[in-house]
């Protein structure tokens, strides 16, 4: 427990610290001043030779995002377009610095989570399309077998609002707890109505949880941080299949300030994305953890 609370406590100095950016600035892979003096909402367009060069900037998780959009880079450079991409390795400052013109699109999240955000932060982000999902899954840690679960075991499952009631429902659909028939989208562990196991649900900020496998009995994790974990889709004892309706509600996509969807280099970016070459990219280099969307 002691590792799980030093977690805790590293998590609320970084929430603090998140406030204190909030302003704009960021810490990245050293691109935000780049993306910060991108003319206007953070598009440069310049003469080419025989054409005009946009440049787009996009804020993106490490992995998969970042690879993703890197992968692209040619792609896009074909159709005019440079692409410039500052990773960031929490959930906040992407749609912050999206929402005050420093970058032109950011791509982490989905659309459940985009909608919470926007509420709670006043953001006017949209959604410019669906380019993958990464399925959600149960993880051992100290127990690997669902079906033998020791009586009181922890399970440590991300805090943020859509993706603790995701990890909730996984649990559910494997017999571990049973939800409240209303819970939902929006379920916490407050609505657990049945808990044969007794376990005990930690919640951390997404990032942490692979850092406690040593002292919990069970992870629930998305799909980029178990890869950074160090994690495949194969080790998962359980996931969300590609056929659920959480796969569908719970696509990545490209998010954008409203109307910024409509712009043609925007559109361009989705389109690579989608394209078939891309989708290739993200079969071969991630194994099942990653899949693209039609």
Known sequence: MKKIFAVLMAGAIFAASLTACSSGSAETTGETQAASE????GTESTDAGSGETTKLTVAASPTPHAEILNAAKDLLAEKGIELEVVEYTDYVQPNLVTDQGD?????????????????????????????????????AGLSDDLSNIPDGAQ????????????????????????LRDDAGLTATKMDIEDNPHNVEIIELEAAQVSRVASEVDFMVLNGNYALLGGLQVSDALAQETSDSETAQTYANVIAVREGDENREEIKTLVEVL?????????NDNFEGAVVPMD
């Open 38 to 41: 991108a003319n206007g909402s």
């Open 103 to 139: 970058v032109d699109a950011n791509y982490f999240q989905h659309v459940a989570y985009l909608e919470n955000f926007n509420e709670e932060q006043g953001t006017n982000l949209v959604s410019a399309g669906s380019i993958h999902y990464e399925p959600l899954g149960i993880y």
């Open 274 to 282: 989608k394209s078939d070459e891309i989708k290739q990219f993200i």
């Open 155 to 178: 399970i440590a499952v991300p805090n943020d609002t859509t993706n603790e009631a995701r990890a909730l429902l996984l649990l559910e659909a494997n017999g571990v707890i049973t």
